[in-house]
């Protein structure tokens, strides 16, 4: 049976016309109603299998998607999650982007990605975000209290990733006990002149790291410790291990709170200074980036589970975008030990 | 003069049923129709300066913020541009992805990311794509020629990075200048038995400096030259130098396809060949990405202009937002030649 000759000009005239096909199309030539159409693809609504197999075939026949917009202001769901991360120097942030986007697509939600130059750049991000009605907000950015606050008083549900503050969900490594499992393999070792190379003052997971380290050396007994601060960069790490050698002359080991600067500081000690490593000098570092694990480093670190931490952020997020008063948590992961040729170990008793 | 009792009532029922505030709440409590609210926020429409005052006075007090997704409906522009781009093993993945967007922050145009682990993948993130209502792609995977012309039936403005497609336009690093200027590089210094670690053969940037590399060998009368394939991490181009040297014993340089694959080639050759760079043997890259340059590698290869590709690429695409005749362009920008430690260089004539 041939197609009725209206329903081919229809379609041809769209086509012509070099526009998206609309819902109004689909029921012009499928001979039905707007609404029917309208809620064919909308969840749970009641239509007839005629009528819905006829409109689906006209819609495919004529490249008729419905409108993800105009589902998501009658369902107040968009699908889209905004990630806030700070694309500074930083050697896993490729992976944990890759991995919160790939647990995001997995549960059919798309990624709004906010990349941040600078922290400075929060604000206008927020406005951003309130405007387009985004389900929820995962960051690996720093926020502030008051920028914390705006997400309740918009009512959008937010996770921090590697972050935390009192009135949000958190998923974190944990840097206290990462740190001290790194100070004792040095101390078990036999170190004890330490230098270390920490972050910017204002870094919330760098303070979090220096403390825990300075700590751990502390209660061990070790309390000279020589400091120089980095950026996080490459270039700092390398600055940063001049600095030390300058300011305390030998050293045993270097602790660098992120696996870049650690990588810069045994470029520095290897090419500049003529150390060896682990011989002369042991140099450890935090994250567990790839990198890290590149032959010419082999660098001891801690490898921070990011397949386990973007799944529970992602967890948590939907829990809270389904229900607004599921209470705040804060979890917390242990990071694995990775013993690499970087430092010295142990010598194991006869 | 005290506010009216209403209003502070209404603001405050708001408040405690925990809803975002409404057009229509604005509309209520400054005594106007919502057609006047949505007039106030839209682009070119006229209003009152005393009523527009009121309207914005009100919004501001009950946190009020237009919605993105209506006003999209409206205007056919959502200032979203979706971009595709493939996580698999690239040392300088993270710089194109701050770069782009950073470029279409400035021009007030978000990013919705779809980061593929594979390449198959591409037709599922295509039916989002359809259904987000995205101003226009950026795509630095590849597409099939059946998934270009979809972007052409769906009206939706396409431009490819470091691909290319007849159809569709283009921003792409001169690989055959670039392998030829690296080539010419390794020449004149002397290298005449030559190893290539090229990419999987259907990836297209791959592909293309491989032959560029082979080309321009053949034209100095290089033709024997031994290859090992890899997949662009690190380890494919750790074992591929093994296999190399396996198969063709000393060589004097090695042609890698990027960076990441050159490096895991310079870890093999001198962790486990026990070969000198450059001494015994010569690396050469490609990228100019970030590791390349740590003191370790040094890598003399050809570094893409990012910063002016990723320009170009959304200059390209906002102009065919604005005009969907706009035609295809393909641009072809030149890489420059960085001469790193890794490669001997000529001796200067006396």
Partial sequence: MPKPQTNKKSTSTIMEQGRRPTSYDVARIAGVSQSAVSRCFAPNASIGAAKRELILKVAAEIG?????????????????????????????????????????????????????????????????????SVDGVISAARLSAAQVAQFAEHRVPLVLY??????????????????????????AAGHRR?????????????????????????????SDVAESRGDFSYDSGHRAMHALHQAAGKLDAVIAVSDLMAIGAMDAARRDLG?????????????????????????????????????AAVSMLVERIEDATAPAEQRLFTGELLSGSSARIAVPAM
């Fill in 64 to 132: 008729y998607k419905p409108n993800a917009l105009a589902q998501a202001l009658i369902s107040k769901r968009t699908n889209i999650v905004a990630l806030i991360i700070s694309a500074r120097t930083n050697l896993y942030y490729p992976e944990v982007l890759a991995e919160l986007s790939a647990r995001l697509n997995e549960r059919d939600m798309r990624v709004l990605l906010f990349s941040l130059s600078e922290e400075s750049e929060v604000d206008g991000v927020l406005d951003q975000i309130w405007r387009h």
């Fill in 162 to 187: 590697n972050r935390v503050a009192t009135a949000a969900p958190s998923v974190r490594c944990d840097s206290v006990s990462g740190e001290r499992h790194l100070v004792e393999h040095l101390l």
């Fill in 194 to 222: 330490f230098g270390l190379i920490s972050g910017p003052a204002d870094s919330y997971v760098g303070e979090e790291r220096r403390t825990a380290a300075l700590a751990a050396l502390a209660q061990a007994g070790v």
């Fill in 275 to 311: 150390l060896g490593i682990p011989d002369d000098l042991s140099v450890v570092g935090f994250d567990g980036a790839g990198p890290a694990r590149w032959g010419s480093y082999d660098l001891t670190s801690v490898r921070q589970p990011v397949r386990r931490m973007t799944d």
